[in-house]
Every structure is written in C-alpha cells, then in structure tokens.
C-alpha cells in the first residue's frame, strides 16, 4: 500500500455529519457503575435533593447534579487531586463523557462550573449523598455497621508555610525575625543572623501564634512523612466486616485524637441509623464496638464511650501504675478495655482495623490523590471528601459485579490474566518440546472481513 502524509495544516470542515463524529466503545468500568447508578434512582434522587438551590425559571440551565457528583467521583477513580485535572480529564477522555452524558458537540463542565456548583450545593446535601451509597451499601450486602474502627491521617492544605503570618499583630515570618533580631541588638541583620536567631528559639511553630491569612482552617502539623506542612486532619469511621466507610469528617490537624472521636463516632452512628431508617435489610442496632489505636486512649474516652454502651478496644500505651482514688467510673472502663484488648476477639480485631483502616486511607489520599488538598477551608474540602470516599464505597459495590474497584484495578486485572494465558501457552509449548513432539505453524487464507484476498494466518497445529 502507499504511504499517507500527515497534513501541515489541516483546514477545518465547516459541516460535520453526527455519524461521522468519532464514538467511543466505553470503558467497562463506568459503563457498569452507570448501569448501578440508575438501577438505583442515583440522578432522580439528586435532583430532587439540589432542587432548593436553584431558581425554578430565571438564569440558564445549571450542569445536572448528576454531572456534579458524578465527577467529583473520577477524582477518586482516576486519582486526580485538582478540579481542574477533573475538568481536563473529563474533557479529553471519550468514556468519561459517555458515563457524563456528553456528546461531542457538547462541552463538558470546567473547573470554575465545579466550583461555583460547590459553593451552591450546602454540606448537608453532600452529607446526604454519601448516606444514600450508605444504603446502597446496605442493600447489596455489604454493610453490617456493629464494628467501627477509627483512625486519623494529616492532609497537606493549599497553604505555603512562608506565607504564615502572626495571630495578633498580622506580621510576616521574616518581619517577626527581623524585629527580634533588632531588638537583640542587630541593627541590620542579614539572612544568616535571622537562621541563627530562629534556630534558637523555643516553640517557633506554635498555632497559638501563627495562622495562614488565606486559610485560616490550616494548622502547623507533622505530615506522615515527616516533614513539616500546613495540613488538615481527616478521620474515617469504617465498618470492619466490610471495609465500608460509614463517616468522614475532618478537623484541625492540632487536635488530638481523643478530642477528635467523639465527633466522627457519633457522625458514624447518625449516617448508620439514617440507613436503617430507610428500610436497609442487614444492619443490627447499630454501633456496639469501636476499634482503635493507643492514640485514642484516656480515661475519659473510655468512661463516655462506656456510658453512652459502646464497648472499646482501644490499645493501652505504657503507663505505670495508676492512681484511682476519686475515678472509680474511669478504673471500671479502663480495666475493662484492657480485659478485652487481651482476649483473642480483642487481638482479632485491633489487627483488622489495622489493615482496613489503613486500606482506606491509601486508596482514598494515595492512590486517590487527596492526600494534597486544593481547596481552602474545612468545609469546602469535606465537601469534596464525601464525595470522594462516596466512590471508594461504590467501589465495594464494583468489585463483586467486576472484580476491581476502580477502572485501573480491572485493567490490572486484564493485563494479569493476559500473562497467565502466555505463561500457560508457553508451559505447554514447553512440555511438547520436551516431549519430542512438535508443533508447526500453518498458514491458511483468511478471507473473511480482510481488504485483499491473499491475507493470511497463522494456525498452530500439532505435528507430533
């Protein structure tokens, strides 16, 4: 055949029938999660929930809820971080538009459109969405809601740490340096005097005296790897049978864990008695355990946890003897807690919540690309969380009617049996070798569906 130039420049066609728009055969993965979606009701019933936000004449047509949600989800499905890379991604890829709605004559929702929706669209709504995949959940199996386990992880925020400044006088990093430099007696001080007067001092990133003008929400904290950032705390609630999560909420990463619990259990508790509510079959009474680390662990935690008839398994750091004169409410729950750790139910499941807890953690901010936050404020970015961990739940869904729960984790797979299926044929070309049989290769004509009539094949045959 002869060789096709590529045009230097490419005039465009004024008129362009619709069937010779090029058409995608659609990804697998969205194709089953939009049949999941709409067997379940997923745009009728956002739409009924968004109908308050919006004028029901004046302005122009908004972007379907559906659409909103359904793209905050590709954040998680595709690990993208920014709004922005969701709005490229859904722009460029034919499979995200047919699981979008779009057709190429349409253009897709940009990053200032997810924006704005978001700014619309309350917290309380995004709650809700993320309590209706609950009982989705629910209804396919795979939420039991009796065990919780609860952990915490540092999200970086989209705050520099120079641009911090001081909460009572508004002073910059380096203007705060300077005027103790002077004050020491430095009348000009060069770079090297002000690294020299900070490495001195004492308590220099203390969030009682530093804030982040443009993030106010932003704390001083210790990221996972160590290095120092602003950051967010986000806490997940996950049921333990299903590796479901059941409460998302996020918190200043200066809070301690045994100030943080009781919020996100309780949150857990409400989404799980909202999904009960609804009729879901196979959830009990609700929580009855909670699992954590020995970072959650005080006397008043398990006294309050105690009270309210949860019972903990919350490991026990080293702490001497203890003193209980005046705390008999304290002693009883602490010893208690200890007694259960110790048992095998206990030991069961601390390392479960060891291994499912951290699980949601990596593919919500590792592999899902949260673990850097563009969104200033607390409820802003839990706004995109609920959403985002919304598809790590519909991925327990996708992963027993596909195998993978998301669109990498089914091409894995596809690539893995690929390498199977050519392990296995070359183990048993082998064995023939081996054997002193053989195996030739026949060339027969393939007629059928080829553009010439001498097209050819080749067909293993056995020549033993």
Same mark, same amino acid.
């Given at each position: 055949?002869?060789?096709?130039?590529?045009?230097?420049?490419?005039?465009?066609?004024?008129?362009?029938?619709?069937?010779?728009?090029?058409?995608? %055969?659609?990804? %697998?993965?969205?194709?089953?999660?939009?049949?999941?979606?709409?067997?379940?009701?997923?745009?009728?019933?956002?739409?009924?929930?968004?109908?308050?936000?919006?004028?029901?004449?004046?302005?122009?047509?908004?972007?379907?809820?559906?659409?909103?949600?359904?793209?905050?989800?590709?954040?998680?499905?595709?690990? /993208?971080?920014?709004?922005?890379?969701?709005?490229?991604?859904?722009?460029?890829?034919?499979?995200?538009?047919?699981?979008?709605?779009?057709?190429?004559?349409?253009?897709?929702?940009?990053?200032?459109?997810?924006?704005?929706?978001?700014?619309?669209?309350?917290?309380?709504?995004?709650?809700?969405?993320?309590?209706?995949?609950?009982?989705?959940?629910?209804?396919?199996?795979?939420?039991?809601?009796?065990? /919780?386990?609860?952990?915490?992880?540092?999200?970086?925020?989209?705050?520099?740490?120079?641009?911090?400044?001081?909460?009572?006088?508004?002073?910059?990093?380096?203007?705060?340096?300077?005027?103790?430099?002077?004050?020491?007696?430095?009348?000009?001080?060069?770079?090297?005097?002000?690294?020299? /007067?900070?490495?001195? +001092?004492?308590?220099?990133?203390?969030?009682? &005296?530093?804030?982040?003008?443009?993030?106010?929400?932003?704390?001083?904290?210790?990221?996972?790897?160590?290095?120092?950032?602003?950051?967010?705390?986000?806490?997940?609630?996950?049921?333990?049978?299903?590796?479901?999560?059941?409460?998302?909420?996020?918190?200043?990463? &200066?809070?301690?864990?045994?100030?943080?619990?009781?919020?996100?259990?309780?949150?857990?508790?409400?989404?799980?008695?909202?999904?009960?509510?609804?009729?879901?079959?196979?959830?009990?009474?609700?929580?009855?355990?909670?699992?954590?680390?020995?970072?959650?662990?005080?006397?008043?935690?398990?006294?309050?946890?105690?009270?309210?008839?949860?019972?903990?398994?919350?490991?026990?750091?080293?702490?001497? +003897?203890?003193r209980w004169r005046g705390k008999e409410a304290e002693r009883e729950?602490?010893?208690?807690?200890?007694?259960?750790?110790?048992?095998?139910?206990?030991?069961?499941?601390?390392?479960?919540?060891?291994?499912?807890?951290?699980?949601?953690?990596?593919?919500?901010?590792?592999?899902?690309?949260?673990?850097?936050?563009?969104?200033?404020?607390?409820?802003?970015?839990?706004?995109?969380?609920?959403?985002?961990?919304?598809?790590?739940?519909?991925?327990?869904?996708?992963?027993?009617?596909?195998?993978?729960?998301? %669109?990498?984790?089914?091409?894995? /797979?596809? +690539?893995?049996?690929?390498?199977?299926?050519?392990?296995?044929?070359?183990?048993?070309?082998?064995?023939?070798?081996?054997?002193?049989?053989?195996?030739?290769?026949?060339?027969?004509?393939?007629?059928?569906?080829?553009?010439?009539?001498?097209?050819?094949?080749?067909?293993?045959?056995?020549?033993?």
């Amino acid at each position: 055949m002869s060789m096709h130039r590529r045009a230097m420049q490419d005039q465009k066609e004024l008129w362009v029938a619709a069937h010779k728009l090029a058409a995608s %055969p659609g990804h %697998p993965f969205y194709r089953k999660l939009n049949q999941v979606l709409a067997h379940e009701g997923f745009d009728r019933f956002v739409e009924d929930l968004c109908e308050p936000f919006y004028a029901e004449k004046l302005g122009r047509p908004s972007v379907p809820p559906g659409v909103y949600f359904r793209m905050l989800m590709v954040g998680y499905f595709d690990g /993208i971080d920014s709004e922005r890379g969701i709005d490229w991604r859904c722009a460029d890829s034919l499979a995200l538009r047919e699981f979008l709605g779009y057709s190429l004559k349409e253009s897709t929702p940009d990053h200032s459109t997810l924006s704005r929706t978001r700014e619309r669209i309350d917290l309380e709504t995004h709650q809700a969405v993320f309590t209706w995949v609950l009982g989705v959940l629910a209804e396919r199996g795979h939420l039991r809601g009796r065990s /919780i386990g609860v952990d915490a992880t540092t999200l970086e925020a989209s705050a520099a740490m120079r641009s911090i400044v001081r909460r009572d006088g508004g002073e910059s990093y380096g203007e705060f340096l300077t005027a103790l430099s002077k004050a020491s007696g430095v009348a000009t001080p060069s770079r090297a005097d002000l690294r020299r /007067i900070d490495r001195e +001092r004492k308590g220099k990133g203390s969030n009682d &005296d530093w804030k982040h003008p443009h993030d106010p929400d932003a704390r001083i904290g210790k990221m996972k790897t160590g290095a120092t950032h602003m950051a967010h705390k986000a806490e997940h609630a996950v049921d333990l049978d299903t590796s479901a999560v059941v409460a998302v909420t996020v918190q200043g990463a &200066d809070e301690g864990d045994t100030g943080t619990v009781y919020e996100t259990v309780a949150e857990a508790a409400q989404n799980l008695r909202e999904v009960r509510e609804r009729g879901a079959a196979g959830l009990g009474k609700g929580v009855r355990e909670v699992v954590a680390d020995k970072g959650y662990h005080s006397n008043g935690v398990l006294r309050d946890m105690a009270e309210i008839g949860l019972r903990t398994y919350v490991s026990e750091p080293r702490r001497g +003897r203890r003193r209980w004169r005046g705390k008999e409410a304290e002693r009883e729950a602490v010893y208690g807690n200890r007694r259960r750790v110790r048992g095998e139910r206990g030991k069961g499941l601390l390392r479960r919540r060891a291994e499912v807890v951290e699980r949601t953690f990596a593919h919500s901010y590792g592999t899902g690309g949260m673990r850097r936050t563009h969104l200033r404020g607390r409820e802003k970015i839990l706004k995109r969380l609920l959403i985002h961990v919304s598809g790590l739940n519909l991925g327990l869904v996708m992963r027993g009617l596909v195998g993978a729960g998301t %669109p990498r984790g089914l091409g894995a /797979i596809s +690539r893995a049996l690929g390498a199977a299926a050519v392990g296995a044929f070359r183990h048993i070309l082998g064995h023939f070798r081996r054997s002193g049989a053989g195996l030739r290769l026949v060339r027969r004509p393939y007629i059928r569906n080829t553009p010439t009539p001498t097209a050819h094949h080749l067909t293993i045959a056995y020549a033993g």
